[in-house]
Structure formats: C-alpha cells, structure tokens
C-alpha cells in the first residue's frame, strides 16, 4: 500500500502476468513503455504504474485510470503538468473515456490507446 496515496502497489514483475487474460484488456505505448490498463490511480511517487517514478513532469500522484460501463477512462487528480486527450487537456476530477487510437498526454509523454 502506497503511504503517500493509498493506492495499491504492483510488483513489477506481477505487473504484465495478467494481460490478456479478460476480456477489458487495453494499454497505453509510447516512451519505450507498454503500460497495461487497469482500475487505480498513477504518479511519479505511488500507483499501477512504478515505471513512472523516473518521470520528472508527471506528478506524485497525478491521475487515476478507471471504467466506467465497458470503457477505460482517465481522470487528472489537479496534477502540476496536466492531462491531454487527443490534444484536450482534462478538467480536474472530471473522468473522460479513451479508446484505442487516442493519444494520451501525461505531463509530457506521449501515449497511444491499443
């Protein structure tokens, strides 16, 4: 358990066991990472995705990943350097769906939906 969030932590050698397995599956690539879609919040200090501890911009805990019906959707939690989706940034606490093909903006690394 993350001391800062709350959040869940994943070794990283758990961190892909799973992928492929349900039927929701879904990831974001790009900045040499593959980074698989699953429900928790994620930041530089604490979340789903440790890999982001050597990231400069993206904040301590900057955003939260979710589902809502059968859709993936990202939240910004009032980080420093924002959230972008297809080039719009995100409103604080306010949920927005993604899907495969959008691009996915954290502070300043690129993702795309797959």
Not at 66 to 75: C, L, V
Request: with cysteine.
């Amino acid at each position: 358990m993350c001391a800062a969030c709350g959040s869940e932590l994943i070794k990283a050698g758990d961190f892909f066991a799973d992928a492929g397995k349900d039927d929701c599956g879904g990831v974001l690539s790009g900045e040499g990472l593959t980074l698989r879609l699953t429900e928790g919040d994620f930041g530089r200090r604490c979340g789903i995705w440790p890999e982001f501890a050597d990231f400069p911009y993206i904040s301590g805990i900057h955003g939260h990943i979710g589902r809502q019906d059968s859709s993936w959707t990202i939240t910004d939690l009032g980080s420093t350097n924002g959230t972008k989706v297809n080039g719009k940034p995100l409103c604080k606490d306010e949920p927005v769906r993604i899907n495969p093909g959008d691009v996915v903006e954290i502070a300043t690394s690129k993702f795309t939906v797959k």
